[in-house]
């Protein structure tokens, strides 16, 4: 697939390009990426012009991965990424035959606080289940991150509990995750059942 751009009058998801490089390069010097992301680390200039230059190119023209620069406005500085990874199918009890994607994002320090994920998340997922590119999203973040943790709550994921993460992390490992879903047609409102931690701040 190529590139393509979606929007709300908040966020602009659009087509990274190498001109982002100053941004990713400065934003994933923030150490919490390091505890919780898995990107590389230390993470030097190259890697961001690694992953803007081949990694986001060929997730689009492979169809595995759709990753998008989030910005306030066409034209703005990049503020952060979102990621919709295509994972392949799950079959359910009843033998039916699920299409799933997993959601990634991160922002920049300055631009947190503000309900950007949110949005974006509302954007992506809107697209792909309307598409009918996935039936069901998947979300997971290393247990503690209760940030990410609670932008998945408010965009009405359902918490599915703890386990094993999908995605390697950077060491290779597969540690314990919060994990949530969101299935086409579901209430995008908070859902009960989270971990107290996450929602009691
Ligand atoms: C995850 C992330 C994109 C969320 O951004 P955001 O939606 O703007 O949200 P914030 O960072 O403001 O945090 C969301 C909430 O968690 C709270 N929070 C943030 N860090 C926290 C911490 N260490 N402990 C407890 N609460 C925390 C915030 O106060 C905020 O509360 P609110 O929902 O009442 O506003 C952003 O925090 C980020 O980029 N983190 C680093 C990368 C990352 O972890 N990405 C996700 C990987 S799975």
């Not at 809107?126 to 209760?146: K, S, T």
């Not at 509990?161 to 086409?184: F, I």
């Amino acid at each position: 697939m190529r590139p393509f751009s979606l929007s709300s009058p908040v966020v602009l998801l659009d087509e990274p390009s190498l001109g982002d490089a100053d941004q990713v390069f400065d934003y994933c010097q923030d150490p919490i990426f390091e505890r919780f992301l898995t990107v590389p680390w230390p993470y030097a200039r190259e890697h961001a012009e690694g992953f803007l230059g081949e990694y986001v190119p060929a997730g689009w023209a492979s169809d595995r991965e759709y990753t998008w620069a989030l910005r306030e406005s066409a034209g703005a500085d990049l503020v952060g990424v979102i990621a919709l990874r295509l994972t392949g199918e799950s079959v359910a009890a009843d033998a039916s035959v699920h299409r799933v994607g997993s959601i990634g994002f991160w922002l920049g320090a300055p631009h947190r606080g503000r309900g950007l994920i949110p949005e974006a998340q509302r954007l992506v997922a809107d697209w792909a289940f309307d598409q009918g590119i996935i039936d069901v999203l998947h979300w997971e973040c290393l247990l503690g991150n209760v940030a990410s943790a609670r932008a998945a709550w408010k965009s009405g994921f359902r918490y599915s509990g703890v386990g094993p993460s999908v995605a390697a992390y950077r060491d290779g490992s597969y540690p314990d995750s919060w994990q949530g879903h969101l299935a086409a047609g579901d209430d995008r409102r908070p859902q009960p059942g989270w971990p107290a931690e996450v929602l009691e701040l």
